[in-house]
Each structure stands twice: as C-alpha cells, then as structure tokens.
C-alpha cells in the first residue's frame, strides 16, 4: 500500500459544532477501524492538520480523505492530498547510487 499525506488548512472555527466535530471523529474511528489512518492531528500553534493514510491508489486515498465532515462542511476550505516517498533505512533514504550507499 501506498501512503498519502493530506493537509488541511484554513480553520473557520465559527462552522464548528458539536454534531461536526462528533461526525469529524466517527469518520477517523471508520478510517482507523479499516487500516487506512495511518496518524492524525492538528499542528500545535497553527490552524492546520494532517492525516497519514494509506490506501492503494491515490483515487481511494482522495475518497478517503475528501469525505470527512470537516472537509465536506467547510470547516477547512483548503485540503489537499499528496502521495508520500517514504524515505527510510531500507531505501537508504531514497540515496540509489551504490557508491554513495557504501559511504553511508
């Protein structure tokens, strides 16, 4: 599987409700529940928030994501998704060139 970062940005707090945020946690518990979210949460000192999923294709990773209710209501007017290169020590941190692994 494949691994998405998606951000959301642009907090409007003033659309923010009890029922919002109750059908905002409902999905991540959906998306936990089914191995999709991989990790989640705000930014501290910022308005904007993350979500790690994993998903096979960027099609169902943008489904995914674009369905939470805080998107779908508004409460942040901009999202977007990403696919992410992870970068590890099993791909020596995406380094391909044999003669600069060996120097590692």
Same mark, same amino acid.
């Given at each position: 599987?494949?691994?998405?970062?998606? *951000? @959301?940005?642009? !907090?409007?707090? &003033?659309?923010?409700?009890?029922? #919002?945020? @109750? *059908? =905002?946690?409902? =999905? +991540? =518990?959906?998306?936990? !529940?089914?191995?999709? @979210? #991989? +990790?989640? /949460?705000?930014?501290?000192?910022?308005?904007?928030?993350?979500?790690?999923?994993?998903?096979? *294709?960027?099609? &169902?990773?943008?489904?995914?994501?674009?369905?939470?209710?805080?998107?779908?209501? /508004?409460?942040?007017?901009?999202?977007?998704?990403?696919? +992410?290169?992870?970068?590890?020590?099993?791909? =020596?941190? #995406? %380094? *391909?060139?044999?003669?600069? %692994? /060996?120097?590692?």
């Amino acid at each position: 599987m494949k691994k998405y970062i998606g *951000s @959301l940005q642009e !907090k409007t707090p &003033e659309l923010l409700t009890d029922e #919002l945020l @109750l *059908s =905002h946690v409902r =999905h +991540l =518990h959906y998306l936990e !529940k089914t191995g999709a @979210l #991989l +990790l989640c /949460g705000p930014l501290k000192d910022s308005n904007q928030a993350f979500q790690l999923l994993q998903a096979d *294709s960027l099609l &169902e990773a943008q489904l995914l994501f674009f369905s939470d209710p805080f998107i779908q209501k /508004g409460y942040y007017r901009n999202c977007v998704i990403h696919e +992410l290169v992870e970068a590890n020590s099993e791909n =020596h941190f #995406l %380094i *391909s060139a044999p003669e600069l %692994i /060996g120097r590692l």
